[in-house]
């Protein structure tokens, strides 16, 4: 049997709640599952409001539209994330700005920040991978000395903690994804939390077609149909109930691979940092190149042994629909695109067993050899 790099893990208690919204007849875009998974969520991360949204890409669509860029305005963000960061960027007319990673976190190198400021930096987008945080206290530091807004993108980062304080309770908004293979699923689903009551009325517009709380159908600016389901909030619900023992849990799957892969020669894994506790989202490694073997070979050798894996990001400044636009020309990110070729992530689901972990990590030992 193949040991697949996700498989959910819903209770009956999930099963239960989805029922209760259906039954309620509450099954499209509003609903008192929304408003308690929303509520239940930004409480959860310290804030004060939530905005439940289709997916985590628009989450990212609806905190880039906040930010009221202008044409030529500049977003800081790592090149080594998902390309759902730079879309809404592109699509405000405005500049993504990218930095490499941090060679031990893989999450943004803050140091690089700074210089990459210009007379049009408007925000930087944090992004934190494969469930470490990125190192908040000197972003936030740089963020306020400049004038600028923080967009968290958390979406990987469920229950991961900075110096004591939850991923997403940092900056001016933040995002998370509720896809399948995250900590709280919705099957697909996300969520933008703010604090400022304006902003979490203006977002709770623009995720709703514009509409306005006291006139519906009159329309002062363009809005989008965001909306997550009442039916996927009450699974979402259920599953916040048990957060600490799916924080737990992932924690342990991470626990049991560090211990088994931390002095297997040939690979390199993301180091937790004094100041960070991971929730371990998904597993990965980085194989080195003194091995001969590159992150495509790795897992084709891992699944020829019943191991299913995942590549690592590309970063945006690789992207051939990217530089086509003439974006980000001979720029280069050495520890990014050296993650990105060697990096690859193992299964992590919450449904895997210590069993699996320890045939996984036999199968890494005999892919090295
Ligand atoms: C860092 C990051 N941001 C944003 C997203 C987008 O979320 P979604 O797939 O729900 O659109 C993802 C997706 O997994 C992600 O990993």
């Known amino acids: 049997m193949n040991i697949p790099v996700n498989e959910p893990l819903l209770t009956e208690a999930d099963y239960a709640s989805v029922m209760a919204a259906l039954r309620s007849g509450w099954i499209s875009g509003a609903g008192p599952h929304i408003e308690a998974f929303e509520a239940r969520w930004a409480n959860y991360c310290d804030r ?8 985590g890409s628009v989450a990212l669509q609806v905190a880039v539209s906040l930010l009221d860029l202008q044409p030529g305005d500049e977003v800081i963000l790592p090149t080594f994330t998902i390309i759902s960061c730079v879309l809404p960027i592109l699509l405000a007319d405005a500049r993504p700005v990218l930095v490499d990673s941090d060679p031990q976190t893989w999450t943004m190198d803050v140091t690089q920040i700074e210089s990459r400021i210009t007379p049009r930096t408007r925000a930087i987008m944090a992004v934190h991978i494969y469930g470490h945080p990125v190192d908040m206290d000197p972003l936030l530091e740089i963020a306020e000395r400049h004038n600028l807004q923080v967009v968290e993108d958390a979406a990987e980062a469920h229950g991961a903690e900075y110096r004591g304080r939850r991923a997403g309770s940092f900056g001016t908004s933040s995002c998370f994804s509720f896809y399948a293979n995250k900590l709280v699923t919705t099957g697909e689903g996300g969520m933008l939390l703010v604090d400022d009551d304006r902003l979490a009325e203006h977002a709770r517009s623009l995720r709703n077609l514009g509409f306005q709380p006291h006139r519906r159908f009159l ?9 997550l ?11 916040i109930e048990r957060m600490d023992d799916i924080v737990a849990r992932k924690r342990r799957i991470g626990q049991a691979y560090t211990e088994r892969l931390s002095e ?58 990217l530089r086509e636009r003439g974006l980000f020309d001979g720029e280069r990110y050495p520890v990014a695109e050296r993650i990105a070729r060697q990096g690859l992530y193992l299964p992590s689901g919450l449904a895997l067993e210590e069993a699996q972990i320890d045939r996984v990590c036999e199968a890494v030992r005999e892919a090295l050899a």
């Open 219 to 227: 329309h002062t600016e363009l809005g989008f149909n965001f909306r």
């Open 229 to 239: 389901t009442n039916l996927q909030a009450a699974l979402g619900l259920a599953q």
């Open 264 to 321: 297997m020669p040939g690979i390199e894994l993301q180091v937790q940092q004094s100041w960070a506790r991971s929730v371990y989202w998904m597993y990965g490694l980085v194989v080195r190149e003194d091995t001969g073997i590159d992150a495509a070979e790795f897992a084709n050798r891992l699944k020829q042994r019943g191991v299913e894996t995942r590549p690592f990001f590309l970063g945006m400044h690789e992207q051939p629909v």
């Open 48 to 55: 004060r409001h939530g905005i439940a949204v289709a997916n």
